[in-house]
């Protein structure tokens, strides 16, 4: 029913900047809290960023303060996340996810619907 589609991952080198767009179409209104994940090889999916429908509340993972902004223009059913001085570790496939709670932040079993995720590469 609901899709959420990546885009924006690419190779950047270590302090650029980069921006991930999640698409969603199918029932978006549905889709009330947001957030990014991140899987790097052989390791755990982490919480990156999340955020409410209004937009006022958001969350992020203590690697990332200070560097990333999610934010969402509900007008376009879009999510993004702005993802200044990139780090090498911050390399990895970044997955989009949508809630129909209201709240969902970092716990990934409240979240619904998941993207197909966009590679993120940074080389030092």
């Known amino acids: 029913q609901v899709q959420l589609v990546e885009s924006g991952g690419r190779l950047v080198q270590a302090g650029e900047s980069l921006r991930l767009s999640c698409a969603a179409s199918g029932g978006t209104f549905s889709t009330n809290y947001m957030g990014w994940f991140r899987q790097a090889p052989g390791k755990e999916r982490e919480f990156v960023a999340s955020i409410n429908w209004s937009g006022h509340s958001t969350s992020y993972a203590d690697s990332v303060k200070g560097r990333f902004t999610i934010s969402r223009d509900n007008a376009k059913n879009t999510v993004y996340l702005q993802m200044n001085s990139l780090k090498p570790e911050d390399t990895a496939v970044y997955y989009c996810?949508?809630?129909?709670?209201?709240?969902?932040?970092?716990?990934?079993?409240?979240?619904?619907?998941w993207g197909q995720g966009t590679q993120v590469t940074v080389s030092s």
């Open positions: 996810a949508g809630s129909t709670r209201y709240y969902a932040n970092d716990d990934r079993s409240r979240y619904d619907y």
